[in-house]
């Protein structure tokens, strides 16, 4: 019912910035909760941040507050997340994903995520 694509990661050096797109299709209603995650080799997947797409409140990991930015355009259907002061323990594949809720409680988890994307890999270096 939902697809959804990632693009604009890349290789960037430390203190540098990237802007991810996630583009959806399918039946996106304004009652969804849009989020990041990531997952870095050997590591559990983590939460990035999220939105909720019709009042746009986002909510942020502690890891990356004051660095990190989701937004959201209804008319082309995208999320997207700017990342800038980039460290090198921000490199990870990058996943968004839609999670059929508006309450904040449990944002956080990817398990009450039911539709992901395939990744786009983001890499920063020293």
């Known amino acids: 019912q939902v697809q959804l694509v990632e693009s604009g990661g890349g290789l960037v050096q430390a203190g540098g910035s990237l802007k991810l797109s996630c583009a959806a299709s399918?039946?996106?209603?304004?009652?969804?909760?849009m989020g990041w995650f990531r997952q870095a080799p050997g590591k559990e997947r983590e939460f990035v941040a999220a939105?909720?797409?019709?009042?746009?409140?986002?909510y942020y990991a502690d890891s990356v507050k004051g660095r990190f930015t989701i937004s959201r355009d209804n008319a082309k259907n995208t999320v997207y997340l700017q990342l800038n002061s980039l460290k090198p323990e921000d490199t990870a594949v990058y996943y968004c994903?839609?999670?059929?809720?508006?309450?904040?409680?449990?944002?956080?988890?990817?398990?009450?995520?039911?539709?992901w994307g395939q990744g786009t890999q983001v890499t920063v270096s020293s």
């Open positions: 939105i909720i797409w019709s009042s746009g409140s986002t």
């Open positions: 994903a839609v999670r059929l809720s508006t309450v904040p409680l449990g944002y956080w988890n990817p398990s009450n995520y039911g539709y």
């Open positions: 399918g039946r996106i209603f304004s009652s969804y909760t």
